[in-house]
């Protein structure tokens, strides 16, 4: 409702909240409804994606109230849970309208207020509300601490068609000693107050360097932030609140073992090859449940490849799940071991302080655009050549090698396409994009025809599953070896595309940050 | 959004009644709801006790000059908003005889609203008019009261007759029967001849009561002042009969923070 004004939140210290609508009552001539008592849970997903695309969606007992921030308007009105649900799982008026806003994260909680308030009204002369007032005195914040005592938050509610009235109101307020206008709205103060800040994570890598720093300092900043990229993960992986979790933390993983690979003799030697072993570990010990995740966010599709009903693939279902259950239960194990906490423990010790006095290693005082230049520029190339060299007889390890290289060289381009213009260096993303696309068909349909055929053997093993399972899935590995088969005939035209001449020149021209 | 209409050719049958108290209780019932008062003498806009004004008038707003929000008040009740009516809506016909398609005009007005209401309710003047063909065609669904007097079926039959010559999409047309007086042998005998004849006549009637034609002094919903009262009952009741026609999503509450 765009002609709405937003409301105006101020914070007033002006006695209790019964004394503060009494004296707010007669200063301004409004009459006054009951002191009522709520609980209000904030929801968002992990990453802010609703506060991102413009709302607050708020639970009071189980009505969900979904809040225009620009206009303060109720959007949406709904009853029914929504904490820790997925899109698919809300009820259906907000499916609709934050389906697409959430994607595959799940609503969590992200602050929770309890709160007692007073509703104040101006009327006019007809006795019509022109204007509404609420106050609120906030009773704790969960896992806070309680705010300050005798400190009130004054809402003046928009109406619509009302706004004059609102803002004379508004002035009304603003001119009463002990109130001020609040910096923070009451969602922003309950967020702080869970200890996170809005829109404090995003899964995008975000590293400011400087091409002629060091590269002992821009790799202190890369593994920083990667590694507060997995620590912020890290809980949601073990709850298995959402899969994107256990996505954002691998890739942070990826990108980490990228970079101990790619800027190689910055670390001193003996911690580069420890751990480098160590996060191919923990990448490792991620794979199996993020396989199982992906079999199950892809089922549809599985359904719709094998021409199979519900019931027919029923029993690779509910094997998906179980699996998943038992490798997310290892994983979380593995998350809790001494290894773990070693290895994240000592590596946050080692970039921040010890790599210092253990010696860096050679390249160390190199300026990091140098370093960027020529890694780029190696990895770049590398991916021409091999990408040229195959055939349409090459073995299919070649693919896997260059669907390697192709991720090496996007990590190098997302920490240091900052230093090259951002229309050379995007477009080799996007264009880097395209290949990794098909490679990543083919590898995937290779990868998941195998996994189903093993399902497969179990499933007839335990003597569980019926012959119309069987049939299906039997039918299922054949469309994966199809899928297979197409990315193998579309790679050379995909390949083609990537190798043009405006890509190798694109490529070429990223070099000079180190100068 | 869907649209729903209270139309009687005749006046004084119960229409904004029934639009006033309609709207109020899908605004309970936590559809969003807008209630357009098109009816010139503003009897809608009177129980909200909005000023019945529209800068710009009719005019303004049926050439697009104006966006129909820009004139939507609030009322005192949550999820319920109004467009006024104003004096100039007795030339509406006028205004609308001068746009391109004019007979689907306040269906294309109405349409960028859909994002703020799941329902929209017309009280509309009594006539048949550019101004009724225009309610016709934006309509979802038709309600027509009728008060079981000999003349009602007439009327009704003129109405059917009418709303089958659009082209296009036809509201579906319900009827039910308002200011009904239990003691007239009269009501009971049309009451039960015109149900017997039309399968779309609903099984609410509204009684006529002292406390519905009160909302005049009260200014405000009977289903909101007295709840309870049969008149009230009946209404929760005519919307429960309105309510699966016009294909709303689930019920949702009253209000959450």
């Not at chain 1, 990453?47 to 007992?61: K, N, Y």
């Not at chain 2, 019932?29 to 006790?49: E, I, S």
């Amino acid at each position: 409702m765009s002609q709405v004004p937003p409301p105006r939140e101020y914070t007033a210290s002006i006695g209790t909240l019964p004394q503060a609508a009494a004296s707010l009552q007669e200063a301004l001539s409004l009459s006054r409804g009951e002191e009522r008592r709520r609980e209000v849970r904030f929801l968002d997903t992990f990453d802010w994606r609703v506060h991102r695309a413009g709302f607050r969606l708020a639970a009071t007992g189980d009505v969900l109230e979904l809040t225009a921030l620009d206009t303060g308007a109720v959007v949406l009105r709904a009853s029914g849970e929504a904490s820790g649900r997925l899109a698919e799982e809300l009820p259906a008026q907000l499916r609709a309208k934050l389906g697409a806003v959430l994607g595959l994260r799940a609503l969590l909680p992200v602050a929770t207020l309890a709160l007692s308030d007073i509703t104040l009204v101006a009327r006019n002369a007809d006795d019509k509300i022109v204007a509404r007032l609420l106050i609120s005195a906030v009773l704790r914040h969960a896992q806070s601490r309680p705010t300050r005592r005798g400190s009130l938050r004054i809402a003046v509610v928009p109406l619509r068609g009302y706004a004059k009235e609102g803002r004379r109101l508004s002035a009304q307020i603003a001119d009463i000693p002990g109130v001020s206008p609040a910096d923070t709205t009451l969602f922003e103060e309950a967020v702080a107050g869970s200890g996170r800040q809005v829109g404090d994570y995003t899964g995008k890598l975000a590293v400011d360097l400087d091409p002629r720093q060091p590269a002992e300092d821009a790799v202190g900043v890369i593994y920083r932030s990667l590694l507060a990229t997995m620590q912020a993960n890290e809980d949601g992986v073990s709850a298995d609140l959402d899969t994107e979790f256990l996505h954002d933390f691998r890739v942070a993983v990826r990108r980490t073992r990228s970079a101990l690979k790619e800027l190689r003799d910055v670390l001193p030697a003996k911690a580069q090859e420890r751990y480098r072993r160590e996060f191919k570990w923990l990448g490792d010990i991620t794979t199996p449940t993020r396989d199982l995740d992906v079999y199950l966010l892809t089922f549809p599709d599985f359904q719709a490849s094998a021409s199979a009903s519900a019931a027919d693939l029923a029993p690779l279902h509910a094997l998906l799940l179980r699996e998943q259950r038992r490798t997310h239960a290892e994983l979380a194990r593995a998350l809790r071991s001494k290894r773990y906490g070693r290895l994240i423990e000592e590596w946050e010790r080692l970039i921040d302080v010890e790599a210092a006095t253990e010696g860096w290693g050679r390249a160390a005082g190199t300026p990091i655009g140098v370093l960027a230049d020529d890694r780029i520029r190696k990895v770049g190339r590398r991916v021409f050549r091999s990408g040229a060299a195959i055939t349409a007889d090459s073995p299919a390890e070649g693919l896997h090698d260059l669907r390697k290289r192709c991720k090496e060289l996007r990590y190098l381009l997302e920490f240091f396409g900052g230093f090259y213009d951002p229309d050379t260096a995007e477009g080799l993303i996007g264009a880097l994009k395209g290949l990794q696309d098909n490679l990543g068909e083919f590898q995937d349909s290779a990868v998941q025809h195998h996994a189903i055929d093993g399902f497969a053997e179990a499933l007839l093993a335990d003597g569980s599953a019926p012959a119309a399972t069987l049939l299906a899935l039997g039918r299922l590995g054949g469309a994966l070896e199809e899928r297979q088969h197409r990315a193998r005939v579309d790679f050379a035209d995909r390949f083609a595309a990537f190798a043009e001449p405006a890509n190798r020149e694109r490529l070429a021209a990223l070099s000079g940050a180190g100068s | 959004m869907k649209t729903l209409a209270t139309y009687n050719i005749k006046g004084g049958v119960g229409k904004t009644s029934a639009a006033v108290n309609l709207a109020a209780l899908a605004a309970a019932d936590g559809v969003r709801t807008l209630l357009w008062d098109l009816d010139p003498q503003a009897a809608a806009t009177y129980l909200f006790r909005i000023r019945p004004r529209v800068k710009g008038g009719a005019r303004s707003l049926i050439s697009g000059r104006r966006d129909l929000e820009d004139a939507i008040k609030s009322t005192d009740q949550d999820g319920l908003d109004l467009l006024p009516a104003d004096f100039s809506y007795r030339n509406m016909d006028l205004q609308l005889d001068d746009v391109k398609r004019p007979a689907r005009r306040l269906r294309r007005l109405l349409q960028p609203l859909a994002g703020d209401y799941d329902l929209i309710v017309l009280d509309c003047p009594p006539s048949i008019s550019l101004v009724s063909e225009n309610v016709f065609a934006a309509a979802d669904l038709l309600l027509v009261p009728l008060i079981p007097a000999t003349l009602s079926e007439r009327t009704f039959d003129a109405l059917t007759e009418f709303v089958s010559q659009i082209d296009g999409p036809r509201p579906e047309i319900r009827a039910f029967f308002s200011m009904v007086d239990g003691r007239k042998r009269l009501h009971a005998e049309v009451m039960t001849s015109l149900r017997a004849r039309y399968s779309i006549v609903l099984s609410t009637s509204i009684p006529a009561e002292s406390n519905v034609e009160r909302m005049g002094l009260t200014r405000e919903p009977v289903v909101i002042t007295h709840p309870q009262s049969r008149a009230s009952l009946a209404y929760a009741e005519l919307w429960q009969e309105c309510r699966p026609l016009l294909q709303l999503a689930e019920a949702t509450p009253r209000s959450a923070t």
